[in-house]
């Protein structure tokens, strides 16, 4: 009933308006037509009274009309526009991590299953399984994926790598080395899951026991970008800041504030695993090997610390720190300890020499039968 009651007050309005017209017509129609206007044309009783006639149907027009332009441009408001294109959900990258912990565990289950135990194996492979080894001749002290592979939707390749110990009929253990084994495994799903169905439960499923497959390429890294060496003298300030710095950061016995650059926020190790630090070497970007003064003020150098951490039980551990000094009122301070030893620009590794080893080949799998 409200939207009946506005077109009928705008047509009352109009209504009156068209009246008002009519009258001021009117008036005009009593002026002589004889009389010239100021532009010295003449107009006639008849041409004013057909003047009239034409603005008021001219009004009736508008006030019959109104309601439907009115509704017509409430439909054409609300209408979505044609020419707008309609979102398209971005499609959800698979995800390698369900398949890939499923693949770890079945190589640690595989490892140790043998002769009478290829049940073990049934969670992760359905096919006929029979085994000549003994249970428990091989072992995985630790394990990962080191890569993985959608080999199509729902299909992934995955390695895993396998610190593997081996025992004897003595019940004497080896270590075998580090070996690689390579697995197919479907998984249903949806994409996080691995697999290419939405609103499913994950599942997994090996399609094959594990290959053997040789070590990864091993590289050489590029080069990086501290190729000043400044040993471990204590007469260099930059060391001496750095020295300073990891002894508190290693075994908390100081503060690191007096290290460190102002709005730097680092906290020590806690509980400080080491009662003692000893720099073996400092590399660093600086130009020039001899430099003992320190520079102008903001000046950035890097650094590359190699220490000995003594720990509690008075064993020395081996560690490297890549550290960012900036120089501050004639004194350097640690701006940031980075996440990684920075390389020369544009620097990548390279393929290093590697002679093979039994622990690259390793032995051949055994091969499952009826699958």
């Known amino acids: 009933m409200k939207r009946q009651r506005r077109?009928?007050?705008a047509a009352k309005k109009q209504f009156v308006e068209a009246e008002a017209?009519?009258?001021?017509?009117?008036?005009?129609?009593?002026?002589?037509a004889d009389e010239p206007d100021e532009t010295g044309w003449k107009t006639s009783t008849a041409q004013m009274a057909g003047l009239s006639r034409l603005v008021r149907a001219g009004v009736w027009v508008l006030v019959v009309s109104g309601p439907a332009l009115g509704a017509l441009a409430f439909l054409s408001s609300s209408a979505p526009a044609q020419g707008a294109a309609?979102?398209?959900?971005?499609?959800?990258?698979?995800?390698?991590?369900?398949?890939?912990?499923?693949?770890e565990l079945f190589v640690a289950a595989y490892l140790r299953?043998?002769?009478?135990?290829?049940?073990?194996?049934?969670?992760?492979?359905?096919?006929?399984?029979?085994?000549a080894v003994k249970p428990g001749t091989r072992t995985a002290t630790q394990s990962t994926v080191v890569a993985s592979r959608e080999v199509q939707p729902g299909y992934w390749s995955i390695t895993v790598a396998a610190d593997v110990t081996a025992r004897d009929d003595k019940g004497k253990s080896?270590?075998?080395?580090?070996?690689?084994?390579?697995?197919?495994?479907?998984a249903a799903g949806p994409a996080g899951d691995g697999g290419t169905e939405q609103g499913t439960t994950a599942g997994y499923a090996a399609t094959s026991?594990?290959?053997q497959v040789a070590a990864p390429t091993t590289l050489k890294p590029g080069g990086l970008v501290y190729e000043t060496d400044r040993g471990s003298s204590s007469a260099d300030p930059?060391?001496?800041?750095?020295r300073g710095f990891l002894t508190a950061y290693l075994t908390g016995t100081t503060e690191l504030d007096r290290y460190t650059s102002p709005g730097t926020r680092l906290q020590p190790i806690s509980p400080a695993p080491y009662a003692a630090v000893k720099v073996t070497g400092v590399q660093d970007d600086s130009p020039r090997s001899g430099q003992q003064k320190v520079p102008a003020d903001g000046t950035i150098q890097h650094q590359l610390v190699l220490v000995d951490a003594t720990d509690q039980a008075g064993n020395p551990v081996s560690l490297s720190y890549a550290l960012t000094l900036k120089s501050r009122a004639g004194r350097w301070e640690v701006a940031s300890?980075?996440?990684?030893?920075a390389i020369r620009e544009g620097s990548a590794p390279s393929a290093a020499p590697h002679a093979p080893t039994n622990t690259d080949a390793g032995s051949v799998a055994p091969s499952p039968s009826g699958s």
């Open 113 to 131: 299953a043998g002769q009478g135990t290829e049940r073990d194996l049934a969670p992760y492979y359905s096919g006929s399984v029979t085994l």
């Open 174 to 186: 080896k270590r075998l080395g580090v070996q690689y084994f390579r697995i197919g495994i479907q």
């Open 209 to 211: 026991l594990p290959s």
């Open 238 to 242: 930059s060391v001496e800041t750095s």
């Open 86 to 103: 309609k979102p398209v959900a971005a499609a959800t990258p698979a995800s390698p991590v369900g398949p890939a912990g499923f693949a």
């Open 337 to 341: 300890v980075d996440d990684a030893p």
């Open 7 to 9: 077109p009928r007050k």
């Open 21 to 32: 017209w009519d009258d001021e017509v009117e008036e005009l129609q009593e002026v002589s």
